[in-house]
């Protein structure tokens, strides 16, 4: 398909509004990674946090935004993209509009912060239905790809919130992160449409009738590791640099932003390469590549410009794998894709969830990070052995050429 081709095919402003709702909803959903030790330390909040609670408050925004996600996800079916999107995105503005005049003066507080923050993690159930039911089969894997780029603005909040922590104090960072989620919000209300396409709202027992099937099991699984993985190295790998080998915070926050940006432009790339190769074979290469890069820095390697370029490999290999599920997920469940986007994200926060605070506990208590690695390295080789166990079933029924113009 020539590139003309696509952009006739669907709705370009709703696509645009989807990316950057996504986009700078990440931003902030995980904030706290990159701001973890500037919190610990700040005199102002006078908190005292050991490697476990400094992990687990990073982690809570990945979990809370996951479990949402199942709830936004049934939302966007009863009250469309559009609506579902507003509501989140008022909420979170509303949360760090409070932590930025209250402030935030225990441990405690910073977990019912990232709930709240999880609001913004759940805008993957609205983008990525917003963006999908405008375009056909064979440019899911590209629409999708470019609607979840959004997760770029993981590397956003690594680049510039230690810095504006320095600058202004972490307090008023929570102030500063909403002018571009106000400015954002705007934009969305005049340029997202929700597609004629929607399909018609379901009830409790419809959603739960996609969990019967074995092949939601599998996306799940697949997602939790591919997602799962990058926003858990998005969430930790600012601390992680900072205790690992001393950087200072706005150093660390470079170092991790690097490493959030190769995933997430491979993300579109997934995509694409996905509509054309097929999801199954994109895939699979990077579950291969994720296991390989994550054994290998579970070793701890020496040099922090060593582990830098190892972790750019893991975290592209991990946003090939991002577009490529999302390439496959609408062809299975078009007519779901709704619940399916919130059931699949839902694991894929899991996923961020285990990694983040494996990685916490494994530091506390053996010292260093290697057991929290390999057995996120172990998830990924099990997922591969996975996929290659009903890649043949899935391309002579559902993914067969007579049923869908896309490769599977």
Same mark, same amino acid.
């Given at each position: 398909?020539?590139?003309?081709?696509?952009?006739?095919?669907?709705?370009?402003?709703?696509?645009?509004?989807?990316?950057?709702?996504?986009?700078?909803?990440?931003?902030?959903?995980?904030?706290?990674?990159?701001?973890?030790?500037?919190?610990?330390?700040?005199?102002?909040?006078?908190?005292?946090?050991?490697?476990?609670?400094?992990?687990?408050?990073?982690?809570?925004?990945?979990?809370?935004?996951?479990?949402?996600?199942?709830?936004?996800?049934?939302?966007?079916?009863?009250?469309?993209?559009?609506?579902?999107?507003?509501?989140?995105?008022?909420?979170?503005?509303?949360?760090?509009?409070?932590?930025?005049?209250?402030?935030?003066?225990?441990?405690?507080?910073?977990?019912?912060?990232?709930?709240?923050?999880?609001?913004?993690?759940?805008?993957?159930?609205?983008?990525?239905?917003?963006?999908?039911?405008?375009?056909?089969?064979?440019?899911?894997?590209?629409?999708?790809?470019?609607?979840?780029?959004?997760?770029?603005?993981?590397?956003?909040?690594?680049?510039?919130?230690?810095?504006?922590?320095?600058?202004?104090?972490?307090?008023?960072?929570?102030?500063?992160?909403?002018?571009?989620?106000?400015?954002?919000?705007?934009?969305?209300?005049?340029?997202?449409?929700?597609?004629?396409?929607?399909?018609?709202?379901?009830?409790?027992?419809?959603?739960?009738?996609?969990?019967?099937?074995?092949?939601?099991?599998?996306?799940?699984?697949? @997602?939790? =590791?591919? /997602?799962?993985? +990058?926003? #858990? $190295? *998005?969430?930790?790998?600012? !601390?992680?640099f900072k205790t690992q080998y001393g950087l200072d915070p706005?150093?660390?926050?470079?170092?991790?932003?690097?490493?959030?940006?190769?995933?997430?432009?491979?993300?579109?790339?997934?995509?694409?390469?996905?509509?054309?190769?097929?999801?199954?074979?994109?895939?699979?290469?990077?579950?291969?590549?994720?296991?390989?890069?994550?054994?290998?820095?579970?070793?701890?390697?020496?040099?922090?410009?060593?582990?830098?370029?190892?972790?750019?490999?893991?975290?592209?290999?991990?946003?090939?794998?991002?577009?490529?599920?999302?390439?496959?997920?609408?062809?299975?469940?078009?007519?779901?894709?709704?619940?399916?986007?919130?059931?699949?994200?839902?694991?894929?926060?899991?996923?961020?969830?285990?990694?983040?605070?494996?990685?916490?506990?494994?530091?506390?208590?053996?010292?260093? @990070?290697? =057991?929290? /690695?390999?057995? +996120?390295? #172990? $998830? *990924?080789?099990?997922?591969? !052995?996975?996929?290659?166990?009903?890649?043949?079933?899935?391309?002579?029924?559902?993914?067969?050429?007579?049923?869908?113009?896309?490769?599977?």
């Amino acid at each position: 398909m020539q590139k003309t081709s696509f952009l006739k095919a669907g709705h370009v402003p709703s696509l645009i509004a989807a990316f950057l709702y996504f986009d700078m909803s990440f931003m902030v959903w995980v904030m706290l990674g990159p701001l973890a030790v500037q919190i610990a330390a700040d005199p102002t909040f006078g908190l005292n946090l050991t490697p476990a609670q400094m992990y687990m408050m990073t982690a809570t925004p990945v979990l809370a935004g996951a479990l949402l996600r199942l709830i936004w996800g049934m939302m966007v079916d009863h009250l469309k993209p559009k609506l579902a999107g507003t509501i989140g995105q008022v909420i979170v503005i509303v949360a760090l509009l409070f932590a930025w005049q209250f402030g935030v003066h225990s441990y405690e507080q910073t977990l019912i912060l990232g709930v709240f923050l999880g609001v913004a993690g759940a805008s993957f159930a609205v983008a990525l239905p917003l963006a999908s039911r405008w375009y056909p089969p064979e440019h899911q894997g590209t629409a999708l790809g470019i609607a979840g780029a959004g997760n770029s603005g993981t590397a956003i909040a690594s680049l510039f919130f230690p810095g504006l922590a320095i600058a202004y104090g972490v307090q008023n960072v929570f102030g500063i992160a909403t002018i571009p989620l106000i400015i954002t919000l705007v934009l969305y209300l005049g340029m997202a449409k929700d597609s004629p396409e929607c399909p018609p709202a379901k009830t409790l027992g419809d959603y739960l009738k996609v969990l019967k099937d074995k092949d939601a099991w599998w996306f799940m699984l697949f @997602y939790s =590791v591919t /997602f799962g993985g +990058f926003v #858990g $190295l *998005a969430g930790s790998l600012p !601390i992680y640099f900072k205790t690992q080998y001393g950087l200072d915070p706005k150093m660390a926050g470079y170092f991790a932003a690097a490493c959030v940006f190769a995933g997430s432009l491979m993300r579109p790339l997934g995509g694409f390469l996905a509509d054309r190769i097929g999801g199954i074979k994109t895939l699979s290469l990077m579950y291969v590549l994720a296991a390989a890069m994550l054994t290998v820095v579970s070793f701890g390697l020496q040099n922090h410009w060593t582990a830098l370029g190892v972790f750019m490999l893991a975290t592209s290999a991990l946003g090939l794998g991002n577009g490529s599920v999302f390439q496959l997920v609408p062809q299975r469940f078009r007519k779901e894709i709704g619940v399916m986007t919130g059931l699949v994200g839902m694991t894929g926060g899991i996923g961020g969830f285990y990694l983040i605070s494996s990685l916490g506990y494994s530091k506390q208590l053996t010292g260093n @990070y290697q =057991v929290g /690695f390999l057995i +996120f390295a #172990g $998830l *990924a080789v099990f997922a591969l !052995i996975g996929l290659t166990s009903v890649k043949k079933r899935w391309r002579t029924t559902w993914g067969s050429a007579a049923m869908t113009t896309a490769k599977i």
